[in-house]
């Protein structure tokens, strides 16, 4: 059920983090340079947070302001049947109100990122969170009170009070759930079970972020160091294969020793999708996770299906990096290998900025030039400093421009990171120039459209631009890399989902074998013959958190897959494609994601922009193994 307060932008913020893991983004090992204080860093390359708050003495006085505030939500509540006026009060309240919440959650959290060995920003972080819980408590009447409306009063409230009409979609969606909301008495007990049915993802994080230990292994020079998560990653792409094979065995034993309790907490987890999806009513667990948005099944379907009936590019590129790496045969621990010799080339902030506002030429003169303002108008906290929270992500409200967290460190995916950030900030800041408060946000099925757009039309003029051999390699290999963390690695994730919630729902239990089996199948299946998947690498499925919360990592491929297609319609000059997408950018939750997407020139309901996907990945494949055999 949809929340009457959005804290704009946050979901870019969840996503853009998770994004860092599911990847497997590039997270190097402690540096021997000493990390910057955040005092030596030049404002310049800080972000401008003044446009949320002046100064800290400003946001106390709003803080208290709000705290005072909530009980103007009172007068409304048990009032909202009476008479379309007070529905119309309260409404309204709650956008006033929420932004104030906003720019006090959102700013408070940004001081806390930039250091977060700072007590007083630690405290401010802190504070605002118990605020915005007490601003839930205050307002959580008034879905429950709109859902006591029958149909016909609803509509006859829309018609007869214009000052509603901007509050329709949003009114009209929660009567859409209707059916599936219980009785004041069953939806309290429900809520009473929520810590119990939370139980099996809190156990998943203190088994995986407290119990579990990797281990040491050595490194290149033979030095004993402790595996941590973020250096398994590092060293996964060690060019040494024995450091590769010994960080990926010591990583997943950690995990061997509990897997028969993390495969009865996964169990746990889906126990608790299913019990929610009978009392709800749904027919699956798939449909109950889905119909908050209004996004059909078959959508999830589709992609997978899709991606199913064409597994032959995968596989040729399972046997094309098995060639270049020139193993007799290829484990897991080899997918993220160094696959070409040399240093890779570095970039300067400004020779990344340079190439970025080159490279996104197609999109047109107007977003051009509000990109470039957006970079030369401190939206963007650009270097690491001591204590700064590590990833990148966009975050504002409706009444501030985005603030960009990087951790710029010369890298080509450093280069992407930008693009793709600030592609996220171009869409809430359009989003927030024609949308309401109401709408200001954005589903997590459409969020990361706007940044991928980005990367696909910067990789285009990047690959027409260099005509060097091994640098355009660089390239179509950081793009073949891409495609599949974010397309073809979460539709094989979002199948294994798939593949347990419907073990489930048929009565089925989900053992430590059965889960194991089904994780081998599945992956065997997407990368081929060539890849062999050991006695340890079948453990992935129950290690991964975002099992945890049912069926959501399928939007990072539906999102890549649209953002492939309309940047194909931009880069070809299509006809009314860059007009289209601009309007696309200026679109929030006005209306369903699969409808926002059709209005941009993308149905998701259907397979092509799926099969176009891999269309892209079949040719970059085939344009490597050219380029290899070339002299």
């Known amino acids: 059920m949809n929340r009457p307060l959005t804290l704009t932008g946050f979901g870019y913020v969840l996503f853009g983090l998770l994004l860092v893991f599911l990847l497997g983004a590039t997270i190097l090992l402690a540096q021997t340079k000493a990390v910057q204080k955040r005092s030596e860093i030049a404002e310049k390359d800080k972000w401008d947070l003044t446009s949320l708050y002046a100064s800290k003495e400003a946001w106390e006085k709003e803080y208290s302001s709000l705290e005072a505030s909530l009980t103007k939500f009172d007068a409304y509540k048990g009032t909202l049947k009476n008479s379309p006026s007070q529905l119309v009060g309260v409404l309204k309240l709650n956008d006033s109100l929420g932004l104030v919440m906003s720019n006090l959650y ?45 149909g016909d009063q609803l509509q006859t409230f829309l018609k007869s009070t214009p000052e509603l009409d901007v509050y329709r979609f949003y009114l009209e969606d929660i009567a859409r759930q209707r059916a599936h909301i219980l009785s004041e008495r069953e939806e309290e007990l429900l809520a009473m079970a929520g810590p119990v049915t939370s139980s099996p993802q809190q156990i998943f994080e203190m088994i995986n972020n407290a119990d579990i230990s990797y281990g040491t292994i050595k490194d290149e020079t033979g030095q004993e160091v402790e595996l941590t998560k973020e250096r398994y990653y590092a060293l996964l792409e ?13 990583f997943n034993s950690g995990y061997l020793e509990h897997v028969n309790t993390l495969a009865a907490t996964l169990a746990g987890s889906v126990k608790s999708d299913y019990f929610q999806m009978k009392a709800r009513g749904y027919n699956t667990c798939l449909e109950m996770a889905l119909d908050a948005d209004n996004i059909p099944p078959s959508v999830y379907h589709n992609l997978v299906d899709a991606v199913n009936a064409n597994l032959a590019p995968l596989h040729k590129w399972a046997a094309v990096r098995k ?6 045969t290829l484990y897991n621990y080899d997918m993220s290998a160094p696959l070409l010799p040399g240093k890779a080339k570095e970039y300067t902030y400004d020779e990344a900025k340079q190439k970025i506002i080159a490279g996104l030429a197609p999109m047109g003169k107007k977003y051009l030039a509000d990109f470039e303002k957006g970079l030369n108008s401190r939206w963007v906290d650009v270097y690491e400093n001591d204590g700064k929270r590590s990833g990148a992500y966009n975050w504002g409200t409706h009444s ?40 200001g946000d954005h589903y997590i099925f459409t969020a990361e459209v706007a940044s991928t757009c980005n990367e696909a ?22 793009y073949i890399d891409q495609i599949i963390g974010t397309f073809y690695t979460q539709v094989s994730f979002s ?15 989900l053992s430590a074998d059965f889960l194991r089996k ?27 958190p975002h099992f945890y919360n049912e069926y959501y990592v399928y939007q990072y491929a539906t999102c890549y897959a649209a953002a492939q297609a309309l940047s194909q319609k931009i880069l070809k000059k299509e006809k009314g494609a860059l007009e289209t997408y601009h309007r696309f950018l200026g679109t929030g939750t006005s209306k369903y994601p699969v409808d926002i997407l059709k209005d941009a020139g993308v149905d998701m309901t259907t397979s092509q922009p799926v099969d176009a996907t891999i269309k892209v990945f079949s040719d970059l494949v085939n344009e490597v193994e050219r380029l290899l055999n070339s002299k």
Do not use: C
């Open 457 to 478: 039309v910067l990789m285009k003029y990047l690959l027409e631009k260099t005509s060097d051999k091994t640098e355009k390699l660089r390239l179509l290999i950081h």
């Open 495 to 509: 199948e294994f989902e798939l593949a347990i919630h419907d073990r489930v729902e048929k009565g089925g239990a």
């Open 238 to 250: 060690s060019p040494d294969r024995r450091v590769r094979r010994d960080a990926n065995h010591a």
């Open 106 to 150: 959102v700013y408070a959290n940004l001081k806390f990122d930039e250091d977060q060995q700072v007590s007083e920003a630690q405290e401010m972080s802190d504070r605002v969170s118990g605020l915005y819980s007490r601003f839930g408590q205050a307002t959580s009447f008034i879905v429950p009170e709109i859902l006591s409306l029958s």
């Open 400 to 439: 501030s421009h985005p603030h960009i967290l990087l951790n710029f460190n010369g890298t080509l995916d450093a280069v992407f990171t930008l693009a793709h950030e600030m592609g996220h900030g171009m869409h809430s800041f359009y989003t927030n120039l024609h949308e309401p408060v109401i709408y």
């Open 323 to 328: 060639r270049i790496l020139g193993v007799d």
């Open 518 to 544: 089904t994780w081998r199948d599945i992956n065997q299946r997407y990368y081929g013959p060539e890849l062999v998947i050991d006695s340890v690498n079948d453990l992935t499925g129950i290690r991964i």
